[in-house]
């Protein structure tokens, strides 16, 4: 348990250091790097459904407007990333580490499977809002987070079970 708590407060740290190196929060509000390209990547999926997306920082708060059709339907902030899902599912991982190739790799296609579930993720979210409003609060507070975070559960379970050290024989 040491060892996840090590990772996890220390990758944090640095995305703090990161956040608070690269977002503008004073007169003019801006995003930071990463925001604006999780923004770009839904921008990118959207349109690929046939929508007409328009995103850019809003100047007033710490968030990136997301319009369909000219209708602003969401706010994308740092909490949108899911950078912090990526180092909860990191810390994990290497808490209960298998071989080092293997807890790389294997990181490495659970950051990307988390950061195109979260894409998917907000460009679902911004269309059924644009769509069905009423949907709004069920679909952002239950079933999104139920789906991201029972797939990072899956990913553990996998990991315990096929890859990490704990519980096996010397080999």
């Known amino acids: 348990m040491l060892k996840f708590f090590v990772v996890y407060f220390s ?14 929060k004073s007169d003019i509000f801006s995003c930071s790097p990463i925001t604006k390209m999780v923004t770009d990547h839904s921008e990118i999926v959207a349109e690929w459904f046939g929508y007409d997306i328009y995103t850019d920082q809003n100047y007033q708060e710490l968030s990136l407007m997301f319009m ?53 993720r907000i460009v679902a979210l911004a269309l059924i809002i644009y769509h069905r409003p009423e949907y709004q609060d069920v679909m952002h507070s239950l079933f999104f987070p139920a789906v991201i975070y029972g797939m990072v559960f899956l990913l553990w379970i996998i990991w315990v079970n096929k890859f990490a050290k704990i519980n096996k024989k010397d080999e």
Do not use: D
Not at 11 to 24: D, K, M, P, W
Not at 69 to 92: H, P, Q, R
Not at 101 to 113: D, N, Q, R, S
């Open 68 to 120: 369909v059709n000219e209708k602003y339907v969401v706010k994308i902030v740092e909490g949108c990333t899911s950078i912090s899902i990526m180092i909860l599912f990191l810390a994990f991982i290497i808490a209960f580490s298998g071989s080092i190739k293997a807890t790389i790799l294997y990181g490495i296609f659970g950051m990307i499977l988390i950061y195109m579930t979260n894409i998917f």
């Open 11 to 24: 990758l944090t740290g640095l995305y703090s250091l990161y956040l608070n190196n690269t977002q503008q």
